[in-house]
Nanobody, 125 residues
Framework: QVQLVESGGGLVQAGESLRLSCTASGRTFSSYAMGWFRQAPGKEREVVAAINWVGENTYYAEFVKGRFTISRDNAKNTLYLQMNSLKPEDSARYYC??????????????????WGQGTQVTVSS
């Protein structure tokens, strides 16, 4: 079992930054891949970024490349998402996810078997 708790969301203006955190407990954090997803009202949940078990390999959705950075600190059991140059269209509920089925970078939702409750990010124009 893996428990995931996100934090760091909030209301910011366009162009500002936020850093999301996801703290994991349960199974050894360094043994599984992680990802960030988001879901806006009326839209399907989509992948934002993903990272492998040691943090060497990453994946980014095209719409966040150059603005967002995913990272992990295995000593602190924590996953991060640094979000810069935020846009109103980035407004969504952001979820972290863990895949205990693989250690590689995974960009599709079905690969993840544990999910957090999410943290809301709202970007005003």
């Amino acid at each position: 079992q893996v428990q995931l708790v996100e934090s760091g969301g909030g209301l910011v203006q366009a162009g500002e930054s936020l850093r999301l955190s996801c703290t994991a407990s349960g199974r050894t954090f360094s043994s599984y891949a992680m990802g960030w997803f988001r879901q806006a009202p009326g839209k399907e949940r989509e992948v934002v970024a993903a990272i492998n078990w040691v943090g060497e390999n990453t994946y980014y959705a095209e719409f966040v490349k150059g603005r967002f950075t995913i990272s992990r600190d295995n000593a602190k059991n924590t996953l991060y998402l640094q979000m810069n140059s935020l846009k109103p269209e980035d407004s969504a509920r952001y979820y972290c996810a863990a895949s205990t089925l693989s250690r590689t970078v995974l960009a599709f939702q079905s690969a993840y078997n544990y999910w957090g409750q999410g943290t809301q990010v709202t970007v005003s124009s």
